[in-house]
């Protein structure tokens, strides 16, 4: 009761429309404090970004979840493999949704070809472990433990199974959202969006398979920091998607497992977010901290169209490392709200130089054996490096940036071009008649990426075509040293 007092005294202090949010923690808001758990349901369980429906009934029932443990070679980035480990066979794990009250029996299964053990703690979980301690199962094994979920919020799931570090950093993690009892006020659209830290043998964008590297975990320097388990995962034609007018919900989550995400939605501010997913509730907030294994959760109406960029405002993680997805809104425009036109944002990570495999990777990066592959793999090298600033059809930013399209500048010189490449440039050069003092910073590229990059430029764009050859860039290399 002294909970409810509180919620009601917040709520008069948020505004009457805060009420049904502050509810949250109260108990007995809308069952009148009866909670035996009345028949048996499965739970509905989904894959990021969807959510499973809000709960409907008004008492508390027994909910069996079944999640199944895979290990499985999937996308990282593009020309990048990983061997992730799973719940559910995705990153981050399947969405659970139940309502306080509720006597979840929980079945864990470890399918037969995995190669290593696993279990799961709950941080929604009352006992030993979060369940971990009842839930350890080798492959081919499955384990059964009953909890009841007794604290209404957003939780972290995972593995913790030793060393627990690797397995959440290989992709063992996931939420559990427990409703309160008169459940969450209605809105249009709910996602789920969870950041995690990966870290690889190699550095970001080398191709192939990537290991893990325990040397790179310890010193807490992941070379992907990414929304839902990889590079793009939440752009493009995977965008999250609504209309103006639209009310939002974002159930956001941080697997960690080591650093503190500083969640910002570019061009909106959060009207609500329920701090570390608990029973606080604070109002017009531009970025909220998700500590590692924890959540958030965060609510928004959409005033005008356009895309909005959902980032981890340390900003290198967003722009260099991955964790970077986007929100796409359409609608009719409205001037007074934001005059003049919402520009695309540039959405593709602007990402590290391409480095040399470090020994003991399996894999090692493909080399072009023809002129189109080194065009595709050049395109590949250029959407990671180059498009954030000569932009996706090479024409530049006037006044800031020289166009890479019908450029004077580079079909003159064939040799000065990789010579810009490999060295940067910093200085005033003329292009196309017009005069830009930018500079080119130096990427540190393979001889091999700087004749696929140079080679897709030189192909497109009516540019003069020219091929150019890994020893080539090698001879001007040291030319220039």
């Known amino acids: 009761m002294k909970r409810c007092a509180r919620s009601y005294l917040s709520a008069l202090r948020f505004g009457a429309a805060s009420l049904p949010l502050l ?24 894959h990021a970004p969807d959510v499973p429906p809000p709960i409907t009934r008004d008492r508390p029932s027994r909910v069996v979840v079944n999640l199944e443990t895979q ?30 009250g509720d006597v979840v029996e929980f079945h864990l299964n470890n399918r037969p070809d995995s190669r290593v053990p696993h279990n799961i703690d709950l941080h929604a979980v009352t006992g030993p472990g979060g369940g971990a301690t009842s839930s350890f199962v080798a492959p081919g094994q499955t384990a059964t433990f009953v909890f009841k979920a007794l604290n209404p919020g957003l939780y972290v799931y995972h593995c913790a ?28 659209h709910e996602y789920y969006v969870m950041q995690g830290e990966i870290y690889t043998m190699g550095g970001y964008g080398e191709e192939g398979l990537q290991n893990f590297s325990m040397e790179k975990a310890l010193a807490e320097s992941p070379d992907y920091v990414v929304f839902n ?30 650093l503190v995400s500083s969640f910002h939605l570019i061009g909106e501010i959060f009207d609500l977010v329920y701090q570390e997913a608990g029973s606080t509730v604070s109002e017009n907030v531009q970025t909220t901290l998700v500590p590692a294994g924890g959540a958030a959760i965060v609510e928004f109406e959409v005033q005008v169209p356009g895309n909005f960029l959902l980032v981890d405002h340390a900003i290198f993680r967003a722009f260099n490392k991955g964790a970077l997805g986007m929100l796409t809104v359409a609608g009719p425009e409205d001037s007074v709200v934001y005059s003049g036109r919402i520009a695309e944002g540039v959405y593709l990570p602007e990402g590290g130089a391409v480095q040399a495999l470090p020994p003991g990777v399996q894999a090692q990066p493909p ?22 600033c000569h932009q996706a059809e090479g024409q530049g930013i006037p006044g800031a940036i020289p166009p890479l399209a019908g450029s004077d500048f580079l079909n003159a010189d064939e040799t000065r071009a990789i010579e810009v490449v490999v060295n940067g440039l910093d200085g005033p050069i003329t292009v196309n008649g017009s005069l830009f003092n930018s500079i080119m910073p130096l990427l540190q590229l393979s001889d091999e990426d700087v004749a696929n990059v140079l080679t897709y430029i030189y192909s497109q764009w009516e540019n003069a075509g020219f091929e150019v050859l890994p020893q080539e860039v090698g001879v001007v290399r040291e030319q220039t040293r």
Not at 72 to 77: D, M, N
């Open 23 to 46: 509810l949250w923690g109260c108990e007995g808001a809308a069952s009148g404090g009866d909670d035996a758990a009345v028949g048996s349901e499965q739970a509905i369980l989904t």
């Open 367 to 388: 080399r072009a054996s023809t002129t189109e592959e080194r065009v595709a793999f050049g395109q590949r090298v250029y959407a990671q490096n180059c498009v954030a």
């Open 161 to 188: 199974t030793a060393p627990v570090g690797m397995h959440i950093a290989n992709g063992m993690y996931g939420l559990i959202l427990v409703e309160p009892e008169g459940g969450l006020p209605p809105v249009d």
């Open 71 to 100: 290990e499985l070679v999937g996308r990282l980035a593009d020309g990048v493999e990983y061997t992730f480990w799973t719940f559910g066979g995705e990153v981050p794990g399947q969405f659970i949704r139940v309502r306080k």
């Open 229 to 258: 388990g990889s590079v793009g995962s939440l752009v493009g034609d995977n965008a999250l998607r609504a209309n103006v007018g639209e009310r939002i919900r974002l159930f956001v989550g941080n697997g960690g497992p080591n």
